[in-house]
């Protein structure tokens, strides 16, 4: 959810906020977040962004001081995880795309007839959340898609059996 803005050089800028009332708000360059790749052991300016953009998702308590530690990784593991980026504690541009939406980034658009591991984890978290009763088998069949339909009727969005960005979102905020 945003609404384009164009800055003074004329590049577009997305308002990227989170869906809850106590959102805060964020700038972020719709076609890419240019920032830094972080790991264990980076320090700085970009560090404590990432500190701070980790508390605001509540997965980060400790100091904003810059400094990329054991604490901070495990945050990063845990909202990578959230999102449904590989869990390698490593900040690079979907990471930082995804600390900025508060969502998965990067997702395909699924629906009956999709096949592979992106299904597997749709239907993982469908059935860790009750939604889904079959085999975690990668294709998505009518149960798959009587899961999706259900959950998106749970979530107060269309119902249309397609996993898309809202759809996902939904998905994040479910435990997986």
């Known amino acids: 959810m945003y609404t384009e803005e164009r ?8 308002l990227v906020a989170d869906t809850t009332a106590q959102s805060h708000i964020a700038f972020a360059e719709t076609d890419r977040v240019n ?11 970009a560090v404590k962004e990432l500190q701070q953009l980790l508390y605001h998702w509540a997965y980060y308590f400790g100091p904003i001081d810059g400094i990329f530690g054991v604490q901070v ?4 593991k845990a909202y990578q995880h959230r999102v449904f980026l590989k869990e390698d504690g490593v900040v690079g541009s979907l990471t930082w795309e995804a600390l ?50 259900q959950l998106q009727i749970s979530k107060a969005l269309p119902q249309d059996g ?13 435990p997986h």
């Open 7 to 14: 800055s003074l050089n004329n590049e577009t800028m997305a």
């Open 35 to 45: 920032k830094p790749t972080l790991q264990m052991g980076s320090t700085g300016q």
């Open 73 to 76: 990784q495990q945050a990063v």
């Open 100 to 149: 900025y939406s508060g969502a998965p980034v990067n997702m395909p658009i699924l629906m009956k007839g999709s096949s592979g591991n992106p299904v597997k984890i749709v239907q993982n978290v469908l059935k860790i959340n009750g939604y889904y009763f079959g085999s975690i088998d990668g294709f998505f069949g009518t149960m798959t898609d009587v899961a999706v339909r």
């Open 162 to 174: 397609i996993v898309g960005y809202r759809t996902w979102h939904a998905l994040s905020k479910l």
